[in-house]
């Protein structure tokens, strides 16, 4: 990442999408930290379109001694590795093409024959400062000398066939962007000398250099750019938000004082420090879901516009599997909006993306399956409630359209319970009220969801509507009877609370 003094952040890109990403990933800096009046840059470069001005100043490097140019075959450089490594050396260049005669040089290139551009290293890497490691580089001459063979690291600047490598490339670029930092991962703290020195070549002033730990996963393996660990692009289908995914990202690495890491756009900049941690990041994908429903839940207290994105999200996603796998409620395609609203409004926190959000819902738009009534507490619940049953529906039942609310049905819950809790029925004992409501919980809850975890019942069966709520728990009626055909012993209480 680079960053230019007088942009609140910046922007850096080179080859491929990058740019349309990165695009992607400042949108919401736009939308939430700039005014009308303010301008935010965003500097593409595409080294692909920069050829001639990299040649010009890989030129420069050549005619001030700090390049050369160096003709030695794939063949020869092979074997000269082959060689180094049977000696226990490092492979670098031994510098065999640096004091060609010029006319034997111009020979060559007259004659076409491919070369690359090596830079030609100090006899001492300059040290500079890192902002997190300190004091950097190497005082020692790098000229190594074992066994009689000289050895340089001459890094390729321009290969044979005429593009740029990283070496150049960043270090001009940087330069024409006026970029003052430079965050990038410590894997090339050790070529940073080299850039250095090229920037002293050329008469410039280096930028200020962080080094930071790579970013792992929980195998501690290095994510890549290849693949898609970390697809921005994959995010953004996903539902993630811009402002949760730049909140996940900046935490990478990088400690603060606060005491949550919720960071709003604002904050970050508000507390932003290059205080960044040592050694490798293990990126903890949890991390960006609970970012995800804390974003959730701010948007839904805005009541805004970014709440009318979620909801236009998930009511696709709904429309799209009631689409392709028909059998949905019915009232999902006049008030399917409206009802995902109240949804969020509840359930803001459970919030992850909008798929996950739906399919954790699922028993809010078509019928799900009940699992099987086979465990203890099914058969508690039953052997007090199984000979209600009816009588729980009539009551629940007699809730009118304009009442059927968490509050209208919670009113009828409470009083089914004390009902029930009053009434003996034969060779039982008496249950108190609120181990009756427990159970009417939990009938319900199996009922309406199947047995899912989920909001309350009270909020599903208003969500479900009364007509589908009350059908649910017919069928419900209907399973426990067959049930009870296979089962004794579940209860023989009477009706006298109807």
Request: proline content about 3%; hydrophobic content about 35%.
């Amino acid at each position: 990442m680079r960053v230019r003094d007088g942009l609140s952040l910046v922007l850096y890109h080179a080859y491929g999408t990058q740019g349309q990403i990165l695009e992607g990933i400042l949108d919401p800096i736009d939308r939430h930290h700039f005014t009308p009046n303010e301008k935010r840059t965003l500097l593409t470069i595409f080294q692909s379109e920069r050829t001639i001005i990299y040649h010009k100043h890989a030129e420069e490097l050549l005619n001030s001694g700090h390049a050369y140019r160096c003709f030695c075959s794939t063949e020869r450089l092979n074997a000269l590795a082959r060689q180094r490594n049977e000696l226990g050396l490092s492979g670098e260049y031994d510098r065999a093409c640096l004091h060609a005669e010029s006319s034997a040089t111009e020979k060559r290139l007259s004659n076409g024959e491919p070369y690359v551009i090596r830079l030609k290293v100090p006899d001492r890497f300059p040290i500079f400062d890192d902002i997190v490691y300190g004091t950097v580089g190497q005082s020692n001459e790098k000229r190594l000398q074992r066994s009689g063979y000289n050895a340089y690291d001459d890094s390729i600047l321009i290969k044979s066939d005429g593009q740029p490598t990283y070496h150049l490339a960043n270090v001009v670029d940087d330069h024409y962007m006026e970029i003052s930092h430079v965050i990038r991962a410590a894997e090339w703290m050790s070529s940073t000398s080299k850039h250095v020195s090229m920037y002293r070549a050329f008469g410039w002033t280096p930028p200020e250099f962080a080094h930071v730990g790579l970013l792992q996963n929980s195998k501690r393996e290095k994510f890549s750019k290849r693949n898609d660990d970390l697809d921005l692009q994959n995010f953004k289908k996903e539902g993630i938000f811009p402002e949760a995914l730049i909140n996940y990202v900046s935490l990478f690495g990088w400690s603060h004082k606060l005491q949550n890491d919720f960071l709003r756009l604002q904050d970050l900049i508000n507390n932003f420090s290059f205080k960044f941690t040592k050694g490798n990041t293990i990126v903890a994908p949890t991390k960006l879901f609970y970012l995800q429903k804390q974003y959730a839940a701010k948007y839904v207290e805005e009541n805004g516009q970014d709440l009318d994105n979620m909801v236009e999200r998930v009511s696709a996603v709904a429309e799209e599997n009631l689409k392709s796998q028909p059998g949905g409620f019915d009232f999902m395609h006049s008030n399917l909006r409206y009802r995902v609203k109240l949804l969020l409004r509840k359930r803001a926190t459970s919030y992850t993306t909008p798929q996950m959000f739906f399919d954790n819902h699922i028993y809010l738009f078509r019928p799900v399956s009940r699992r099987p009534l086979d465990s203890k507490t099914d058969h508690w619940v039953l052997g007090l409630l199984y000979d209600r049953l009816d009588a729980i529906n009539l009551q629940i039942s007699r809730v009118s359209t304009e009442k059927w609310t968490e509050s209208g049905i919670g009113d009828v819950i409470r009083k089914l319970s004390n009902d029930i809790s009053t009434t003996k029925p034969p060779g039982t004992d008496l249950a108190g009220s609120k181990e009756v409501q427990k159970a009417i919980n939990k009938y319900l809850r199996w009922a309406i969801t199947g047995g899912r975890s989920g909001p309350g019942n009270l909020l599903i069966m208003e969500l479900l509507g009364r007509g589908v709520a009350m059908k649910l728990l017919g069928e419900a009626i209907a399973e426990c009877k067959t049930f009870q055909g296979q089962e004794t012993n579940l209860g023989t209480g009477d009706s006298s609370f109807e």
